[in-house]
């Protein structure tokens, strides 16, 4: 894999970095390319978190401009809105002129604020940050679509540390059956499989809390706590280790490039659901590397 700098921003002509991408790549901007005023990093990096004021990171929810993941009677819950709202804006407008046929289809997910050093955190394993692994939200299945994340070092002097490793497909078709990719997809595609699911797509579209998982998302999330608890592949995987240094912002789809954090503190970050239809290429995403492994549908 490799990382494609970006040193000038507004590129002087269109460049379609699409290909890089979904190919596994870090796509990375040595100098912020939105506006982020220093205040505003400021405060981000001056909030008071002692006493369990917050949860693994704080988060706000671009579609219903909401801040969660802390406790409101312990911040200044007015500024600290301001402050996401304003960074989650300038990034996706970015992000919008840097990937237009992306934008065209994407679901706008959840903004985050990682406010604790990451070396040293004394996490569970499936939640531990310095393990390598693709990325998975149990309450937010893709159905097959593509988790992209940028992410802003605003550390004032530290680097921020990934180690990463080969993209999904050598990884997948080297773990996916030990991590029981054929049983789930005989299992998902069974008939009274297929109608529980039917069923809790239903209830879903009727607004009731439930998360449909497709085979696919029941997968990703098996394949995320396998890779984190696979000391052979942890030790042998082969290993890329890049440092992001304060200022910089970097791009990747999390769940083809297995990513790990080393060290780092103060990160804000974006997230985005891109739609299969908008990709360069549909062959190489992991639903269809995965479909392939296991000569079965996984999505709808
Ligand atoms: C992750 O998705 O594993 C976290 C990456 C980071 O916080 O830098
Ligand atoms: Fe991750």
Redesign the pocket.
Known sequence: MEVITINQWPLSGFNDYRPDLEAGNIVFFPTTPFALSEVSKEFLRTLDFSGGAVHKNIAYRPVIDRVTGVDPKSVEMATLHDVFREYSRNLIQFARELLPEYAAAWKLDYASF?PLEERGRDLPVNKR?DLIHT?AFPSRPTQGDLILRV?TNIHPAAS?V?ITSDPFKTVAERYAQDAGLQSLAARSTSPAARLRDGFLRLLNRLHLPVFPRSPYDRFMLRFHDYLKRNEEFQSSTTKYRFEFPPGSTWLAF?DVLP???ES?QY?L?QTFIVARESLASRASTPVAILERLCGKPLVA
Request: aromatic share 16%; glycine share 8%.
């Open positions: 990682r940050n990325d992410f921020r990934w999390t990513h790990s954090v780092g990160a970050e």
